[in-house]
Nanobody, 129 residues
Framework: QVQLVESGGGLVQAGGSLRLSCAAS?????????????MGWFRQAPGKEREVVAA????????YYADSVKGRFTISRDNAKNTVYLQMGSLKPEDTAVYYC?????????????????WGQGTQVTVSS
């Protein structure tokens, strides 16, 4: 079983930056480790559905960003450390949400949450105006 633990959330003023981390441990049901699977960051604001923010393939060579964060957020991964990151800059109040990292057994990322097999508990990001 893969376990994902997010950290790095908090309260920040608009225009500020935060870096979220997601540490992975364990193996998938097929015996794969973190380094062989795609990862994604999702977020859910109060009263809204959970949405994809960014995703990355197993090697880090391909990434995806939602239009709302393109140019401001950067997803990356360090497979040696079993960790995926989300560097967030130029934060806006509308970025306020609980941020979740997710992992899937496959190597290619998807943007729909149903494609992800494992989820973290979430970390709160609050951006004040």
């Amino acid at each position: 079983q893969v376990q994902l633990v997010e950290s790095g959330g908090g309260l920040v003023q608009a225009g500020g930056s935060l870096r979220l981390s997601c540490a992975a441990s364990g193996r998938t049901s097929s015996g794969r480790t973190f380094s062989s699977g795609a990862m994604g960051w999702f977020r859910q604001a109060p009263g809204k559905e959970r949405e994809v923010v960014a995703a990355i393939n197993w090697s880090g060579s391909n990434t995806y960003y939602a239009d709302s964060v393109k140019g401001r957020f950067t997803i990356s991964r360090d497979n040696a450390k079993n960790t995926v990151y989300l560097q967030m800059g130029s934060l806006k109040p509308e970025d306020t949400a609980v941020y979740y990292c997710a992992a899937r057994s496959g190597t290619v990322y998807f943007t729909n949450q149903g494609s992800y097999d494992y989820w973290g508990q979430g970390t709160q990001v609050t951006v004040s105006s």
